[in-house]
């Protein structure tokens, strides 16, 4: 069993940063692939990035492709996004996400944290 709690959104202006945290309990965090999604109101979720569980591989959306970075620290049980050159449609609510490996189901969803991008 994995918790996920996010944190770091907020409001910000486009062309600014933020860095979305994502705090995992439990002995196996290093196991498990992370990813992160977003959900805009009205729109369906997006598959944003993804990082494998040594962080070795990385998949990023075209939509961020270039703007944003996940990284993982596994000793501290932690993923992170940074988002940099932010735009007013990356406002949405964003949710961390863990599977046990490539191709099987995101067994574990955070709570989600708003990230708004005001023009």
């Known amino acids: 069993q994995v918790q996920l709690v996010e944190s770091g959104g907020g409001l910000v202006q486009a062309g600014g940063s933020l860095r979305l945290s994502c705090a995992a309990s439990?002995?196996?965090?290093?196991?498990?692939?992370m990813g992160w999604f977003r959900q805009a109101p009205g729109k369906e979720r997006e598959y944003v990035a993804r990082?494998?569980?040594?962080?070795?591989?990385?998949y990023y959306a075209d939509s961020v492709k270039g703007r944003f970075t996940i990284s993982r620290d596994n000793a501290k049980n932690a993923v992170y996004l940074q988002m940099n050159s932010l735009k007013p449609e990356d406002t949405a609510v964003y949710y961390c996400a863990a599977r046990r490996s490539l191709g099987l189901p995101w067994d574990y969803w955070g709570q989600g944290t708003q990230v708004t991008v005001s023009s």
């Open positions: 439990g002995r196996t965090f290093s196991t498990y692939t």
């Open positions: 990082i494998t569980s040594g962080g070795g591989s990385t």
